[in-house]
Each structure stands twice: as structure tokens, then as C-alpha cells.
């Protein structure tokens, strides 16, 4: 599956902003979804993913309560709204692919995902 990662760009410190992740597979519902992000200087780490069907979903703590994952089967996306944004939250945001079912996955490692996209970069200015 092939992944296309859109929306980021420069935002203000307590504003939103959303991303949104399209698959290219029609059997992208059969992968589980996740959101790691890059910040300069930083190791890649674990926002948010989403299960199969939407139903289940888990965050970093420091993304919880502010970022919401969404997925969209009928259109193979999958989005990531982000309130509240903090200068912390600037950073290379990319979207992956694993067919590890969720249950046999842990979300927040990076080995588990098979497929990543080009990422996109997200600003937030303090």
C-alpha cells in the first residue's frame, strides 16, 4: 500500500489544524494506522493509531486530550485533528501502515508498520 500524507503547515499556538492520510490500497481497511512524528533533531516517535474499523484507537500521552485519529474506510484516509497545538507539536508528522492486527500490534513501535508515507510538516509558532 502506498501512502500519501497532506495538510500540514503554519500555525499558531493554541490553533488547530488537521492532516489527513490517503491509502492507495482498496484493501487499506485491512491495515491498522498510525501517526508517528519527527521533530529536528529527534527520533521519530508514536502519536496516535487506529484500528481496522475505526473503533479502536490509542495516543502518546502528550498528544491525549488535544488529538483526535479518524479513519474513513469508504475513502481509504485516515486524519489526525490536532487542538490546541503547542511549539512542542512542531514536526515532520507521518502516517503508516501495518498488517499486524491490532490485538498482536504494539501501536506505539515503529517495527510493527510495514508501510510509511512521505510525511508532512506541521509548524506551530509560539
Known amino acids: 500500500v502506498q501512502l500519501q500524507a497532506s495538510g500540514g503547515g503554519l500555525v499558531q499556538a493554541g490553533g488547530s489544524l488537521g492532516i489527513s492520510c490517503a491509502a492507495s490500497a482498496r484493501t487499506a481497511s485491512t491495515y491498522v494506522m498510525g501517526w508517528f512524528r519527527q521533530a529536528p533533531g529527534r527520533e521519530r516517535e508514536f502519536v496516535a493509531a487506529?484500528?481496522?474499523?475505526?473503533?479502536?484507537?490509542t495516543y502518546s500521552d502528550s498528544v491525549k486530550g488535544r488529538f483526535t485519529v479518524a479513519r474513513d474506510n469508504a475513502k481509504n484516509t485516515v486524519s489526525l485533528q490536532m487542538n490546541s497545538l503547542k511549539p512542542e507539536d512542531t514536526a515532520v508528522y507521518y502516517c503508516?501502515?501495518?498488517?499486524?492486527?491490532?490485538?498482536?500490534?504494539?501501536?506505539?513501535?515503529?517495527?510493527?508498520?510495514?508501510?510509511w508515507g512521505q510525511g508532512t510538516q506541521v509548524t506551530v509558532s509560539s
Open positions: 503508516a501502515a501495518s498488517d499486524v492486527t491490532w490485538l498482536a500490534l504494539v501501536q506505539r513501535e515503529q517495527r510493527g508498520y510495514g508501510y
Open positions: 487506529v484500528s481496522r474499523s475505526g473503533a479502536a484507537t
